[in-house]
């Protein structure tokens, strides 16, 4: 049953961030300036995170935090910032689906980054080590044959998308926008496979989310608000306008700072690392529904050749994933059943020691 609900949650979260990104690509083409954009956001998060726990804990002690842990907790604080300011800029000269598309690199980046970690385990004479590893080249290859190559249009844009996709802070040619911007999402894509290790590095050792992801949110302000004020000149940006704007801040103060946060920290507790990231892929179909229905972002032809690509590597390394997990339920029920005493030789060995000691 929990396996469900995890997925079901996981999925849901897949749909509201990618959501949320298409909001955020709209209010950041009104000028809305990324950095402001990302301490706001985490800043009423907090509010939320701090309600959240004052509910949760009002009845029950949560574990004592150590100097160690907080110290792990702000590494996750700074992989969050890098993710999130390195994700809003991949909109803001891209699109919502290349985002999307570039996020699929997450769970082979995130395999590397286990076997690196010891969370995970690299046979290459195994079948599963072998699928995971060609996945792993594929999404690869797939994420940058999307980012180089945009090719024919497959679905035309709208001239109001054209007009809003111009940066406001680059003069670069359409293309070199496209090129910048899926670099910045492939930075981020490694920045949130980053994330998930520390992420489950954290929750095995102190298995409270709602603390970890209240003081990480806490930690993330902070520093973003740093980075802000060093990089954000103008003062009139930092002025919010009850529009689309505020809509963007809010929304991911809400579903993508805490909920999300809680939903992956948990995710990561229970199945680990990369089940956690399997579910990114899901978010470029999302986004190519969102993106030319609402925003009427085009659709291209590498777009397409680079998504089959990555959806091809991806699905390779859920097999492999399938696979070693059906190989150690088998090996969990071999042993359990060699402790048995229905086991014939677990049961001779039992009769003829009470023989023995009959005999004595």
Known sequence: ???????????????????????????????????????????????????????????????PLTVSMTFRIFLLAIASCCVQFSLNIGIRHSSPTLCAAMTDLVPALTFMLAIISRMEKLDLSAKSSQAKSVGTVLSIAGAWILTLYKGPQIIHSSPQSQNASADVLLSLPSNWNWIVGGIFCAAGALCLSVLYIIQTWIIKDYPEELIVTLIACIFATALSAVVSLVLEKDPNTWKLKPDIELLAIVLLAIFGVSIRSLVHTWACRLKGPLYTSMFKPLGMVIAVILGVSFLGDGLYTGSVIGGIIIACGFYAVIWGKTKEEQMFQVEQNSKIDSASPNCPLLQSKILVLESGANSA
């Open 1 to 63: 049953m929990w396996a469900y609900g995890v997925m079901a949650a996981m999925a849901a979260t897949e749909f509201t961030e990618v959501s949320i990104s298409s909001i955020s690509k709209a209010a950041m083409s009104r000028g809305m300036s990324i950095f402001v954009y990302t301490v706001y956001s985490n800043a009423l998060a907090i509010f939320i995170l701090l309600l959240k726990s004052l509910i949760f804990y009002r009845k029950r002690n949560c574990l």
